[in-house]
C-alpha cells in the first residue's frame, strides 16, 4: 500500500503533463473508437460506449459544413443536433440536414469531436460551436483521399506542418473548456516524423494520436509499428497523451500494444466498424455473437432516429457476408423488414414501425410467419432471389445511389473517404 503511494507520488512528480482543461478527458488510460465518416454516426458511438469503449470519436466533420449551423435539442430523442437546411432558399417549413448529432445523456464527457480543416480561422470558428457539448476537439491531420487533400484537409496537412500547427496554435490559444489533439500518419522516415511531432506537441496539444501507417499505405497493409516507441517518447517528454492506431483488433490486444510500445492509449476502427464487443475484455465476455451486437445497435439507432441508410449500411458491416442474413439487409427498405430479418418481435417491432413512419419509410408487410431468418435462411434465401426481377434491381440500385448522396449530404463527406483513411 505504501508502495503504491510512494510510486504513484513520484510517477506525478516525475511525468509531465500538458494540463488538461477542466471539461476535458485525459486520454491516458483509455482504450478509444476511432473517428470514421459514416461509421461512426452516434448509433455506432453508442454501441461502442455501451461495449466498454472508453472514449469514441465522432466522424471527422468538415469546418465549413458545421459554420452556419443552428443547434438544437431534438424533443423526441433528447439528442442535440446541429443542423442545416438542405437547399440555399428553403420553404419555411422545409426538412433540415442534420449534419452532427450527439446524445448528451450518454456521451456527456466521452465524445471527441473531430474536425476537417485547412484553416486556422475557420477551425476555431467550427469547434466554437461544439465545444460546450463535446470533450475534446480533434484535428484530422490523416485522411489521404484527394477529397480531404485537395481542399488542404486531412494528409495534406503532413506536408504543411506550419499550416498544421498554426490550426492548433489556434485552437489551443481559444482555451475552450475541453482539450485540443491532432490525428496523424507517419511520414516516411522516422526523422521526419519525429521532427513533425516535436513540433505538434509543443502547440499545447494535450493528446496525439498516430495511425500507423504512412499516407500512401492502403487499408488492407499491415500497420508498421517500427517508429511508435519513438512518436510515444516524444509525445511523453512534452506531457502529451499519445494513443496509437492501426490494426488494433480488441482491447486485451489494445492493453497488450499499450504495454510493449510504450503508448498511453489505443484506438480502434475497423474491428469495432465489425464487431463494437471488441471493446470488452476477455473477462468479461470478450466479442459477443454478431447477432447480439446487431440487435444492440439497431434499438440505439432507432431510439437516436439514425437514418435508415445509414443503419442499414452499419448492419451491413456486421453481419457476416456468408450469413443469408447479409442478402436479405442489403435488399432491407425498412426498420421493420431488418426486425423481420434478425427475427425481433415485440416492442422492439413497434419501435421498428414508428422509426419508418417517422421517416416516411413503407414499413413494409407485416409477415404472420415470425420464425426467425436464422431458421429458415436457406430456403427464404432463395425464394427472395428467385422473385427479385431485373427490373428492380435497376430500382434498387438508384435507390442505393440515392442513399449514398443523403449519406453525403449528412456527413458533409463522401464515403470513399472513409474507406481509406
Ligand atoms: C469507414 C471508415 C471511416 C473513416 N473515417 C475517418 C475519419 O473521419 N477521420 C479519421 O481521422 N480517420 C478516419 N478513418 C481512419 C480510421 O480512423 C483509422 O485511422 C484507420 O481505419 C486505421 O485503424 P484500424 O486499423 O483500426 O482500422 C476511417 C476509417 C474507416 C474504415
Known amino acids: 500500500m505504501l508502495g503504491r503511494l510512494f510510486r504513484s507520488i ?13 471539461r476535458g478527458v485525459d486520454y491516458r488510460g ?11 454516426e452516434l448509433p455506432s458511438r453508442l454501441l461502442a460506449l455501451h461495449y466498454g469503449a472508453d472514449l469514441v470519436w465522432g466522424p471527422e466533420t468538415v469546418d465549413r459544413a458545421m459554420i452556419g449551423t443552428t443547434r438544437r435539442v431534438n ?7 446541429w443542423t442545416r437546411p438542405a437547399t440555399p432558399n428553403p420553404a419555411p ?8 448529432r450527439m446524445d448528451p445523456r450518454r456521451e456527456a464527457g466521452r465524445l471527441i469531436f473531430q474536425l476537417g480543416t485547412s484553416d486556422p480561422e475557420r477551425a476555431v470558428a467550427a469547434a466554437r460551436i461544439v465545444a460546450a457539448d463535446v470533450a475534446g476537439i480533434d484535428v484530422n491531420a490523416g485522411c489521404p483521399k484527394p477529397f480531404s487533400t485537395h481542399a488542404g484537409m486531412g494528409a495534406a496537412l503532413l506536408r504543411e506542418p506550419d499550416r498544421l500547427v498554426s490550426i492548433l496554435d489556434a485552437l489551443v490559444a481559444e482555451r475552450f473548456d475541453v482539450g485540443v489533439s491532432v490525428k496523424i500518419r507517419l511520414l516516411e522516415t522516422a526523422a521526419e516524423t519525429e521532427a513533425l511531432v516535436r513540433r505538434l506537441v509543443a502547440t499545447g496539444i494535450a493528446g496525439l494520436t498516430v495511425h500507423c501507417r504512412t499516407t500512401p499505405m492502403r487499408p488492407r497493409q499491415r500497420a508498421i509499428r517500427g517508429q511508435l516507441r519513438m512518436v510515444a517518447g516524444v509525445c511523453r517528454e512534452a506531457g502529451v497523451a499519445c494513443l496509437m492506431n492501426g490494426d488494433v483488433e480488441d482491447r486485451d490486444q489494445a492493453l497488450r500494444l499499450v504495454d510493449e510500445y510504450g503508448v498511453d492509449g489505443a484506438m480502434i476502427a475497423t474491428a469495432a466498424e465489425t464487431n463494437s464487443s471488441c471493446f470488452r475484455p476477455r473477462e468479461l465476455g470478450g466479442l459477443a455473437p454478431w447477432a447480439e451486437v446487431v440487435e444492440h445497435y439497431l434499438r440505439f439507432a432507432m431510439e437516436v432516429g439514425n437514418r435508415f441508410g445509414n443503419t442499414k449500411y452499419l448492419l451491413a458491416q456486421m453481419v457476416p457476408g456468408k450469413a443469408p442474413e447479409y442478402r436479405l439487409v442489403n435488399k432491407s427498405r425498412s426498420f421493420t423488414r431488418m426486425c423481420d430479418i434478425f427475427g425481433l418481435e415485440g416492442a422492439i417491432r413497434e ?30 434465401d432463395a ?13 434498387s440500385s438508384v435507390a442505393a445511389a440515392v442513399e449514398k448522396a443523403a449519406a453525403q449530404a449528412q456527413s458533409q463527406s463522401v464515403p470513399e473517404v472513409a474507406l481509406s483513411m
Open 10 to 22: 513520484m510517477t506525478s512528480e516525475t511525468v509531465k503533463k500538458v494540463p488538461i482543461p477542466p
Open 30 to 40: 483509455k482504450i478509444v473508437l476511432a473517428p470514421m465518416v459514416r461509421s461512426g
Open 75 to 81: 424533443p423526441l430523442t433528447q439528442c442535440i443536433e
Open 93 to 100: 417549413d422545409a426538412k433540415e440536414n442534420v449534419i452532427y
Open 351 to 380: 419501435q421498428a414501425i414508428e422509426a419508418d413512419l417517422r421517416q416516411g419509410i413503407e414499413p413494409g408487410q407485416v409477415t404472420k410467419d415470425t420464425t426467425p431468418v436464422s431458421k429458415k435462411r436457406s430456403a427464404k
Open 383 to 395: 425464394a427472395l432471389n428467385a422473385e427479385e426481377p431485373s427490373q428492380k434491381q435497376k430500382v
